[in-house]
């Protein structure tokens, strides 16, 4: 019972992370503060580097001067914010984390008491946002038994995660998956999530990257129609993912 209650904390955990919805994170703070661990930079033209073949894969390398280099040293990994979105600082992170109603209330208990922040969040639009923000979200996530493949632990956390969210239905199944050149596993899933009054439809495309006792996390959600679906938007983003050697 411990193991999938921590599967299910664990899914909800990265699911909300990557989930900005609106007024429900208005804060004093700014969205676009710039996280202390960026290291400013131009990336280098990317020159003939070629597109991802499917959502699943995320080239290792190169990108372009459309974006700034996030560089987490501790962490040991770097990505690329485009110049239009906004960095989410940590208060507005917890603002959208208080937000959330599950059904599940010591669930819901354990994830607002949580003092684990994202590594780093974006988002297209500047907060507050009258809708569900298109967003992106790593955070570094310890297993309680080391060695477990990610894709099974995805497959479980998604699994138990209809739990919170009956109407989740997968988009693409949990699959092999490859980001910054390592082995890793991918889902896509639609859902209904509910913050403050509203109501919001949202398709979440979660990464789970392996590195030895850890695991990131790479959320990106946004709505399930319209122009900001961000589709194109995310798999740039996701194409520039690197990982410290």
Known sequence: MRRIYFFMFLAVWMFAACSSTGGNVQTD???TETPQEMQAATPAPAGDSKPAES???A?????????????????????IKPHEWKYLSPEMVLAARQSMKLNDEDLE????????????????????????NPSVAITLVHLPVEGIP????????TEVLKRVYP??????????ANVGGIDSAYTKVKYTMAAGD???????????????????????????EGADVSEESFQE?????????
């Not at 008491?113 to 500047?126: C, G, H, I, K, S």
């Not at 109407?167 to 092999?176: A, G, R, W």
């Not at 109501?199 to 399930?224: A, D, I």
Request: overall charge negative; charged content about 20%; aromatic content about 10%.
């Open 29 to 31: 703070a700014s969205a």
């Open 55 to 57: 959502a699943t894969t």
């Open 59 to 79: 080239e290792a390398g190169t990108a372009d001067n459309s974006g700034e280099v996030f560089h987490h040293p501790g962490a040991g990994f770097s990505i």
């Open 109 to 132: 208990k354990m994830i607002k008491e949580n003092p684990n922040a994202p590594l780093v969040v974006f988002t297209r639009y500047q907060e507050p946002y009258p809708t569900l």
């Open 150 to 157: 990610p894709k099974d632990v995805l497959n479980m956390s």
């Open 167 to 176: 109407d989740l239905t997968y988009v693409d199944e949990v699959q092999d």
């Open 198 to 224: 509203q109501k919001f439809p949202t398709m979440t495309r979660m990464w789970l990257v392996p590195r030895g006792k850890v695991m990131f996390t790479v959320g990106m959600s946004g709505p399930q």
């Open 237 to 245: 983003i996701l194409k520039s993912i690197t990982f410290d050697q």
